[in-house]
């Protein structure tokens, strides 16, 4: 009968923990385009936008970076801590993601300039 109660408990406890563990999984958004009208605003303490030749900060992480892509005519990859973020379309607000370590953000193959995010206690 202790062995029926224990398998029991078990299930039971992998059923409530498994939407926590869901969560952690996706917890980090894909990069995408940002939607006409819905442009956050960089707080400095959770979200951070910025553009080329720019920085921003966020006092806590992880923090959700949204990046402005410059006017180049044509599509451009925006490659953030030399990896490859993808593939978005020139003037879009994008958002990168979320993000626990200091950023460098720069569009492979060109001469734009870097834009940067830091975060707590990382230095990049």
Known sequence: MFKRYASFARVTAVLLFLPLLGACVTNNPRPAVVEEGRTPTSDGVMTAVVEPGKAGRCSVSPCRVYYRTPDAGGPVTVVANNQIVGNFPSNTLVSLGDFSESLRISIQGSDTP??????????R
């Open 114 to 123: 870097t834009a940067y995010v830091n975060m707590p206690n990382t230095n």
